[in-house]
Nanobody, 121 residues
Framework: QVRLVESGGGLVQAGGSLRLSCAAS????????MGWFRQAPGKEREFVAA????????LYAGSVKGRFTISRDGAKSTAYLQMNRLDPEDTAVYYC??????????????WGQGTQVTVSS
C-alpha cells in the first residue's frame, strides 16, 4: 500500500512557476512509476507526466512538454512536478499517482487527494 500527499499548489500569475511535491509512504515506493494527472472544472481528468521508478524515463502530455519537469527523490520518497511558464489553461486540481508498469501499461493504483493550482491571466 502507498499513501500519497501532495503539496505546493496555489495561485500564480500567468507566466509564473510552481513546484508540486508528492510525499509517499509505504515501503514499495521505489518500485512504482510516479506521475501526475489533473482535472479542470467541467473537464475530464487528464494525464500530465510520469517518471519511472529509476527516474531515468519520463513521459509528458503534449500540452506541458517543455514547460513542466517531473522528477523523484528516492531517498525522500518524494516526487516533484516543476511547472514553468504557467498558463490559465493549466488551472486544475493536480493529483499525484503511483502504480506499477509504465506508459500505456501504467496501473495507476494509488492516488493522492489533490492540490489546487490556479493560474490568473
Amino acid at each position: 500500500q502507498v499513501r500519497l500527499v501532495e503539496s505546493g499548489g496555489g495561485l500564480v500569475q500567468a507566466g509564473g512557476s510552481l513546484r508540486l511535491s508528492c510525499a509517499a509512504s509505504g515501503r514499495t515506493f521505489s518500485r512504482y512509476t510516479m506521475g501526475w494527472f489533473r482535472q479542470a472544472p467541467g473537464k475530464e481528468r487528464e494525464f500530465v507526466a510520469a517518471v519511472t521508478w529509476s527516474g531515468e524515463s519520463t513521459l509528458y502530455a503534449g500540452s506541458v512538454k517543455g514547460r513542466f519537469t517531473i522528477s523523484r527523490d528516492g531517498a525522500k520518497s518524494t516526487a516533484y512536478l516543476q511547472m514553468n511558464r504557467l498558463d490559465p489553461e493549466d488551472t486544475a486540481v493536480y493529483y499525484c499517482v503511483a502504480g506499477s508498469g509504465y506508459g500505456s501499461g501504467w496501473s495507476t493504483d494509488f492516488w493522492g487527494q489533490g492540490t489546487q493550482v490556479t493560474v490568473s491571466s
